[in-house]
């Protein structure tokens, strides 16, 4: 598979964790923007860094810090979409 379209999967799978975890309520949207925007960094360096023939390895899925409550911030449980 070519490095580009490697990548560009691996930031669309970042982007969706992302919004399922803030949709669920686990992070916030704004640690969800900071981590995205590390993620895009990340793929960008990468792309301009020369390689030596091997991909290194996707950032972890599963280390998404959790953003500690703060005071005035949405409830863990948000109210559930109305149902068509």
Known sequence: M???LTKTII???VAIAL???VSYGLISQQTADQIQTKANQTLQ???TSPTSGQQPPPPPQNS???APAQPGSSPQNPAPAPRP
């Open 11 to 13: 930031g669309a799978v």
């Open 2 to 4: 070519p490095p580009k």
């Open 45 to 47: 360096d990468d792309r």
């Open 19 to 21: 919004a399922a975890a």
């Open 64 to 66: 998404i810090p959790q």
